[in-house]
């Protein structure tokens, strides 16, 4: 019979056990710079990466929907894909979601980035950094290139958009009826992150500077691998983590739909939805709602 002491001491080592997993090699390290360094030993044990999609075949494929969604990351159960915006104090692999994208874009782990959701044409890196940043002339700098002067960096500025200015994603996915598993699955497709023109930011002169654009369209499976190397603090649990791999495929967000695939060319709801906010709410809430419904409609005889 298992005594009170023993439940302690199992209990006991089940969290440490689970505590020096997830702190990454915390108490292996000799030295601070040693924290988070694994052996290839220690990688090959911990067989650390995303969970492989089974396949599907066209088939098996009951009935199928296309959406896209909007994530605001003003809602408070998006914040963990906006948070960190400051790096200064935070471990390496903890970023927020833009700037793990953008990591992955410049280290070429992650190539399969587009300007639209239909993935017409790929974009360059020359054409990313473009939508990141632009570079501003004072009139004090172009009376010194009149005056011959070759040098003006005193008088240049540069804007940049930072994490800080992401306002928010858009995903694409697929919603289908998976007749061989007998359930509605839903399969992200690529995600774009969402802020405001960087050529209108901060001017003065322009007129509505309040436009917000998709930056870049990322191919979520090219992403996966990178998307799960960066984790997500999880507010009731620090020491399970989860990735942005998880998070994203587990739907741990909140939502809007604001368009369905169509007969009208894949309008959006604000297309024929005009000038009311709260009517394209419902009308999202509707087709989320056609949606679940697809699952029950399809048991009932």
């Known amino acids: ?39 290839a030993e220690q990688l090959a044990v911990d067989n650390d990466k995303p969970l492989e999609y089974g396949y599907i075949g066209d088939r098996d494929i009951l009935w199928s929907k296309v959406v896209w969604e909007y994530i605001d990351l003003n809602e408070r159960i998006n914040l963990p894909m906006y948070y960190p915006v400051d790096t200064t104090s935070i471990s390496g692999n903890r970023r927020s979601l833009f700037d793990t994208l953008l990591r992955g874009i410049k280290s070429n782990e992650i190539t399969e980035v587009y300007d639209d959701s239909y993935f017409t044409a790929k974009m360059t890196k020359a054409e990313i950094n473009s939508k990141l940043y632009r570079i501003d002339t004072t009139e004090a700098g172009y009376d010194e290139l009149n005056a011959g002067t070759l040098n003006i960096d005193e008088y240049v500025d540069k804007i940049n958009l930072t994490s800080q200015d992401i306002e928010g994603f858009k995903i ?42 998709a930056l870049f369209w990322v191919w979520f499976p090219d992403a996966r691998k990178t998307l799960h190397e960066m984790k997500v603090f999880n507010n009731k649990n620090s020491a399970y983590p989860i990735s942005f791999d998880h ?13 369905e695939e169509n007969i009208y060319g894949n309008r959006d709801v604000a297309d024929y939805v005009k000038g009311n906010a709260l009517f394209q709410v419902i009308e999202s809430n509707k087709i989320k709602d056609e949606i679940r419904n697809k699952e029950l409609d399809m048991w009932n005889y």
């Open 172 to 213: 694409k996915g697929l919603w289908y009826f998976d007749k061989r598993q007998g359930e509605l699955k839903y399969r992200l497709l690529a995600l774009a992150p969402v802020a405001p023109d960087v050529q209108t930011m901060g001017r003065d002169d322009v007129v509505d500077a309040t436009e917000k654009l």
């Open 1 to 39: 019979m298992i005594n009170k002491r023993n439940i302690g001491i199992f209990i006991l080592a089940f969290v440490l056990f689970n505590t020096v997993h997830a702190q990454s090699n915390l108490l292996n390290a000799t030295r601070p710079s040693d924290i988070g360094k694994k052996t």
């Open 247 to 259: 998070l994203l495929n587990a739907r741990r967000f909140s939502s809007i739909i604001f368009r």
